[in-house]
């Protein structure tokens, strides 16, 4: 049975930092790219940021570029989403996902976690 499971939302002031964590069981991350997606109360789904199967190709939303960095480490089947200069606009429950392939769209990913809150106040 595949899970991904986040960790490592809260609540932080603007201006601060969080490191989102997402630990995959029962499957192989190396072979998949994976992504963060965000979905705000009353709002769709959102892309964040994507990354390569290898690491070598990522991706992020114009809302994040400059602040948020995505990362993997295979050994440890876990993807990172590390985030800076958060804004009270990031808060939002935050999901991480494995994908069928490299892409900023839902429909690329067929594996998803449950979501990890982050609550930015001002």
């Known amino acids: 049975q595949v899970q991904l499971v986040e960790s490592g939302g809260g609540l932080v002031q603007a201006g601060g930092s969080l490191r989102l964590s997402c630990v995959a069981s029962g499957y192989s991350t190396s072979r998949s790219p994976m992504g963060w997606f965000r979905q705000a109360p009353g709002k769709e789904r959102e892309f964040v940021a994507a990354?390569?199967?290898?690491?070598?190709?990522?991706n992020y939303a114009d809302s994040v570029k400059g602040r948020f960095l995505i990362s993997r480490d295979n050994a440890k089947n876990t993807v990172y989403l590390h985030m800076n200069s958060l804004k009270p606009e990031d808060t939002a429950v935050y999901y991480c996902?494995?994908?069928?392939?490299?892409?900023?769209?839902?429909?690329?990913?067929?594996?998803w976690g449950q979501g990890t809150q982050v609550t930015v106040s001002s």
């Open positions: 990354i390569s199967d290898n690491g070598g190709a990522t």
């Open positions: 996902a494995a994908g069928i392939y490299y892409s900023t769209h839902t429909t690329a990913y067929n594996y």
